[in-house]
């Protein structure tokens, strides 16, 4: 079969393209962005060609677009024009988690992450397609096992199919897509869940605890109350050691190059899913001991003695464990915290959460709100300036008073958004480097 991605440089999309691709279709793409960015990687080595004006489409070709992308964007609309077949993102995924035995992984926090370490224990032994939020993904027709990033937004999971299903943790989030709040946002996981035979869930936190599945559930956590168990925790410069336990008998001792008591739980998940299927606790332990990390997942670069971590962490909770694993690694360091929100209803409704968040940093920088899916005149009274004057040390920064950055010696400075905060990054590289 033929299809047409739009939006195919999205870390969503160009995963959808690769897999298409691997799975013997034919694979196109459009994108407004003509520059270079890190999800070509894949893209590119399949030799996916990627439009960026308008162009002939053959007429059987299956149409599927970023919901990023607006419905009367310009190319979405001459498709549509054209007659073309088109099918949203999430159902296009959706036939590809019938054909294999899929493990979802889902939740606000640790999705990527978690279904990278998965998918590198699985692919290493059992073996396994993947589709991963980072713009990772591969697939053959020979795999049994499908390990995909399974994304609450607009509730797109819900077209998934699982075999199995890990729910990491839920928080309120994508505000603008749940307007019932946490407690559609739960129900929702709870639909998710009982599409699988069995929930991998974390029992520690509030909101799981809450759900009642009918699906089969084992759950992991720190918790004595939990059927897998992190016990005799040690977070150092190196990364985190701990011993976990199943049904309160000791299954082994794991040291993952991994910081952050999150990383344990993200860890605890893939260990349950691969004791499930039958893997070697040494292949698991191989596996898990050889991941370097998703990317832009807490990813350093060296400067002389300030380090930069480029991490995806756009949510109050996963800039709190940013920061804090930057103190893990990094204990005899300033700790900068530099953020850039995304859509102005996340920042509305999480207003506090941020400014708790960006409290950890010894410094904080706020960049201005980025988003292309809402109208700043819809929230007149949110901007960056409220977090900015609520946050101690807080000041904004831009591109253009980037050089505020390099008054910083012996720091971590933390580039933290899901949005074009690499703009920024690479200003501060530019300045740092000719200094």
Same mark, same amino acid.
């Given at each position: 079969?033929?299809?047409?991605?739009?939006?195919?440089?999205?870390?969503?999309?160009?995963?959808?393209?690769?897999? =298409?691709?691997?799975?013997?279709?034919?694979? *196109?793409?459009? #994108?407004?962005?003509? /520059?270079?960015?890190?999800?070509?990687?894949?893209?590119?080595?399949? @030799?996916?060609?990627?439009?960026?004006?308008?162009?002939?489409?053959?007429?059987?070709?299956?149409?599927?677009?970023? $919901?990023?992308?607006?419905?009367?964007?310009?190319?979405?609309?001459?498709?549509?024009?054209?007659?073309?077949?088109?099918?949203?993102?999430?159902?296009?995924?959706?036939?590809?988690?019938?054909?294999?035995?899929?493990? @979802?992984? +889902?939740?606000? %926090?640790?999705?990527?992450?978690?279904?990278?370490?998965?998918?590198?224990?699985?692919?290493?032994?059992?073996?396994?397609?993947?589709?991963?939020?980072? /713009?990772?993904?591969?697939?053959?027709?020979?795999?049994?096992?499908?390990?995909?990033?399974?994304?609450?937004?607009? $509730?797109?999971?819900?077209?998934? +199919?699982?075999?199995?299903? !890990?729910?990491?943790?839920?928080?309120?989030?994508?505000?603008?897509? &749940?307007? @019932?709040?946490?407690?559609?946002?739960?129900?929702?996981?709870?639909?998710?869940?009982?599409?699988?035979?069995?929930?991998?869930?974390?029992?520690? #936190?509030?909101?799981? $605890?809450?759900?009642?599945?009918? *699906?089969?559930?084992?759950?992991?956590?720190?918790?004595?109350?939990?059927?897998?168990?992190?016990?005799?925790?040690?977070?150092?410069?190196?990364?985190?050691?701990?011993?976990?336990?199943?049904?309160?008998?000791?299954?082994?001792?794991?040291?993952?190059?991994?910081? @952050?008591? %999150?990383?344990?739980?993200?860890?605890?998940?893939?260990?349950?899913?691969?004791? &499930?299927?039958?893997?070697?606790?040494?292949?698991? $332990?191989?596996?898990?001991?050889?991941?370097?990390?998703?990317?832009?997942?807490?990813?350093?670069?060296?400067?002389?003695?300030?380090?930069?971590?480029?991490?995806?962490?756009? %949510?109050?909770?996963?800039?709190?464990?940013?920061?804090?694993?930057?103190?893990?690694?990094?204990?005899?360091?300033?700790?900068?915290?530099?953020?850039?929100?995304?859509?102005?209803?996340?920042?509305?409704?999480?207003?506090?959460?941020?400014?708790?968040?960006? *409290?950890?940093?010894?410094?904080?920088?706020?960049?201005?709100? %980025?988003? #292309?899916?809402?109208?700043?005149?819809?929230?007149?009274?949110?901007? +960056?300036?409220?977090?900015?004057?609520?946050?101690?040390?807080?000041?904004?920064?831009? !591109?253009?008073?980037?050089?505020?950055?390099?008054?910083?010696?012996?720091?971590?400075?933390?580039?933290? *958004?899901?949005?074009?905060? &690499?703009? =920024?990054?690479?200003?501060?590289?530019? =300045?740092?480097?000719?200094?």
């Amino acid at each position: 079969m033929k299809y047409y991605c739009i939006g195919i440089k999205g870390a969503g999309m160009s995963t959808l393209a690769n897999i =298409l691709h691997d799975l013997g279709n034919q694979v *196109s793409g459009y #994108d407004d962005v003509q /520059g270079y960015k890190y999800t070509m990687e894949g893209l590119n080595a399949r @030799g996916i060609e990627i439009f960026y004006d308008a162009h002939d489409i053959d007429k059987d070709t299956i149409v599927t677009y970023s $919901k990023a992308f607006s419905p009367d964007h310009k190319e979405i609309k001459r498709v549509r024009e054209l007659g073309l077949t088109i099918r949203d993102y999430n159902e296009v995924v959706g036939d590809i988690t019938k054909m294999f035995t899929t493990i @979802g992984i +889902s939740g606000t %926090h640790g999705k990527t992450t978690t279904s990278l370490l998965i998918s590198n224990i699985f692919n290493n032994t059992l073996g396994c397609n993947y589709f991963v939020g980072d /713009g990772t993904g591969h697939a053959t027709k020979d795999n049994k096992f499908f390990v995909i990033e399974s994304d609450e937004f607009n $509730k797109h999971f819900l077209a998934y +199919s699982p075999t199995i299903a !890990i729910i990491t943790n839920i928080e309120l989030d994508h505000v603008e897509c &749940y307007p @019932g709040g946490i407690e559609e946002i739960r129900e929702t996981f709870k639909t998710f869940g009982n599409k699988a035979n069995v929930v991998i869930a974390c029992g520690d #936190d509030e909101n799981i $605890k809450m759900i009642d599945f009918s *699906s089969d559930t084992i759950y992991y956590g720190f918790n004595e109350n939990n059927n897998i168990v992190a016990k005799n925790v040690v977070l150092d410069e190196e990364g985190s050691k701990f011993d976990c336990y199943i049904d309160n008998e000791l299954y082994g001792h794991f040291e993952i190059p991994l910081f @952050g008591k %999150h990383m344990i739980l993200n860890a605890l998940s893939a260990i349950a899913v691969a004791k &499930y299927y039958g893997i070697d606790i040494e292949d698991t $332990k191989k596996y898990i001991n050889e991941f370097k990390g998703a990317k832009r997942r807490f990813k350093l670069k060296e400067f002389g003695d300030v380090i930069t971590v480029d991490d995806y962490a756009h %949510h109050p909770t996963e800039i709190e464990v940013t920061l804090a694993s930057a103190r893990q690694k990094y204990p005899n360091k300033e700790i900068v915290g530099v953020f850039l929100p995304n859509t102005y209803s996340r920042t509305e409704a999480l207003m506090d959460d941020f400014v708790s968040a960006m *409290s950890k940093a010894d410094k904080a920088y706020v960049m201005d709100i %980025h988003c #292309d899916r809402e109208r700043q005149e819809d929230y007149p009274n949110v901007s +960056s300036d409220s977090i900015i004057e609520k946050v101690p040390n807080c000041e904004k920064v831009s !591109i253009e008073t980037c050089d505020k950055l390099l008054r910083h010696n012996n720091a971590v400075i933390c580039f933290m *958004s899901c949005t074009n905060i &690499y703009k =920024l990054e690479d200003e501060f590289e530019r =300045l740092i480097t000719n200094k």
